[in-house]
């Protein structure tokens, strides 16, 4: 056994996977957006979700599996990124 996977082995018969993840730092993009953040749009079909970085101006991105919280899956002619306010 490598080197890198003996200590993956020592660690995860150490700890709990729910300990290790405890420990990891959460992101923006792992939490849930808020529900007025989702968008279909009425001429394609496809769903979007709303994203604001400082600096930048608001953007819609298509959301690929939309089907899997009530909405809309991606496909042929749907944008990859829509601008907000042009």
Same mark, same amino acid.
């Given at each position: 056994?490598?080197?890198?996977?003996?200590?993956?082995?020592?660690?995860?018969?150490?700890?709990?996977?729910?300990? !290790?993840?405890? @420990?990891?730092?959460?992101?923006?993009?792992?939490?849930?957006?808020?529900?007025?953040?989702? +968008? !279909?749009?009425?001429?394609? &079909?496809?769903?979007?979700?709303?994203?604001?970085?400082?600096? +930048?101006?608001?953007? +819609?991105?298509?959301?690929?599996?939309?089907? @899997? !919280?009530?909405?809309?899956?991606?496909?042929?002619?749907?944008?990859?990124?829509?601008?907000? &306010?042009?």
């Amino acid at each position: 056994m490598t080197r890198p996977l003996a200590l993956a082995a020592a660690l995860l018969t150490v700890l709990p996977l729910s300990a !290790i993840a405890q @420990q990891m730092p959460r992101t923006p993009a792992m939490t849930q957006p808020a529900s007025g953040d989702y +968008w !279909i749009d009425p001429a394609t &079909g496809c769903s979007y979700v709303r994203t604001h970085v400082p600096g +930048w101006p608001p953007a +819609w991105h298509l959301i690929r599996n939309g089907a @899997q !919280i009530g909405l809309t899956n991606a496909r042929r002619g749907c944008a990859v990124t829509l601008r907000a &306010g042009g």
